[in-house]
Each structure stands twice: as C-alpha cells, then as structure tokens.
C-alpha cells in the first residue's frame, strides 16, 4: 500500500522558524486533522507538501517516488487551497472535462449538487457553490491523497454536514490531511490529530492534552464530545 511520508520539513520567514524538522505520514483510508493556533504554519506546511512553496528543507515521499515539486506528485497528490482557484469564466461542465477523467465525470455529473450548476460559470455560482464544486473535483481526482486547507470555509452548515459525509464515503480511497478554523469537524473526522505549535509537530494522543496546549477549553471540548439527543 502506497504510503505518503513527510519528513524534515523545515522553513523560516525573516529568520523566525515556521517548521522545525517536521515528521508526518499518511496512508490510504486515514485522515490526519492538523490542528493549531492562526499563524502556527498549517497553511504553510501543506502548500510545502504539495510543492508551491519554498522552503530550507524537506522530505516527501509517496510509495517509492520522491516528490519535490507538483509535477513530480501529479496523479499522486492534490491540494485544495484556502482561497478558489478556479477560472471564473468557463463552464462547470467543460472544467469538469479537464480535471476528471471519463469515469470520475459521471459521477459529478450526476451529482445532486452540481448537476444544477453545470451550464453556468465559475463566475455565475455562491461561495459555497464554488467550493462544493471544488471540493469534489479535488476528490474526485485520480490523487490518492489529498490535502484540504480550510475546507469548510464560507459553507452553509447543510452543506457542511453534506461534504463531510462525502469525504468519510470516499475515504476508502483516499488518505486526507486536513486543516479548518471548523476545528470541531476537524477532530470529528480524524483518525489521527497532530498539533502544530512553535514549528514543532505534537501527536495528540487524547483530547485533553488540546486543553494543556491552551487549544481547547474544558467545555468547548465538552461539547465536541457531547452526543445528540444526550
């Protein structure tokens, strides 16, 4: 099984080191949530794995490829961005001919989401159409893993709820990291969590320790871990 390795990376702005050494895996089926403070190095730290951003060192891995640059981890990772990425003034339909391939198309074209979009532009769609959209182009790319910066952002909490169950039935298939404000849905999907603070990658191994690292309250925690109708 194909394996997304991470190791070393280490990068700094105006000598303030962002990330110090950093050491992390994933594999198919797991999705890591990568939790921490605004201006931690998340961000950063993804756009580093992917390949759009410098840095003094790194280490990437998938399988036995090294990746060192976006070509090097085509069809092998993908990256949604924080901010859209896609061209405003083609259609839905055309932009979904040239990401996917035939099989992968179907399937949005026969999305209860996006089929009503298909004929309008970029231009033409919500912010949270824009992203739906995008979300599952990024999914539905031939890349086995995949990293979602901020996912949730400017989503209705119907839609919400709808890409997260999306993302939980297309896990089998995919190895995701991911990082969101939304850090309750972050921790609800993850299998694994690790926190990032002061350049270094901390696993968190119960929910309490997010508590020590000043992360969560007592009863911000208490409320993730409520159930519903409890």
């Known amino acids: 099984m194909k394996k997304l390795h991470i190791d070393s990376i280490t990068k700094s702005y105006a000598n303030k080191r962002i990330l110090s050494g950093v050491f992390l895996s994933c594999e198919k089926g797991k999705t890591i949530g990568l939790l921490g403070r605004n201006g931690s190095g998340k961000s950063t730290l993804l756009k580093i794995v992917f390949g759009i951003e410098k840095c003094e060192y790194k280490f990437v891995k998938i399988g036995n490829k090294v990746i060192n640059s976006v070509s090097d981890g085509r069809n092998l990772l993908n990256y ?6 896609l061209p405003n003034n083609v259609k839905i339909k055309k932009l979904i001919r040239l990401f996917l391939d035939k099989k992968e198309r179907i399937y949005l074209y026969k999305n209860e989401h996006i089929k009503p979009l298909l004929n309008k532009t970029n231009h033409d769609l919500s912010g949270g159409e ?31 709820s709808y890409i997260i169950n999306y993302l939980k039935k297309m896990k089998s298939l995919k190895g995701y990291i991911i990082t969101d404000h939304d850090y309750k849905n972050v921790i609800a999907l ?21 508590i020590d690292l000043g992360y969560l309250t007592k009863d911000a925690l208490n409320l993730i871990n409520k159930k519903p109708n409890s």
């Not at 949604?80 to 990425?85: C, G, R, T, V």
């Not at 086995?144 to 910066?149: H, N, R, S, T, W």
């Open 190 to 210: 993850a299998d694994d969590i690790v926190f990032l603070k002061d350049g270094y990658l901390k696993p968190i191994k119960t929910s309490n320790e997010l």
């Open 80 to 85: 949604l961005p924080q901010e859209n990425f």
């Open 130 to 160: 824009k992203r739906i959209v995008e979300i599952l182009l990024i999914v539905h790319s031939s890349a086995p893993f995949i990293l979602l910066d901020e996912p949730f952002n400017g989503l209705s909490p119907i839609t919400r």
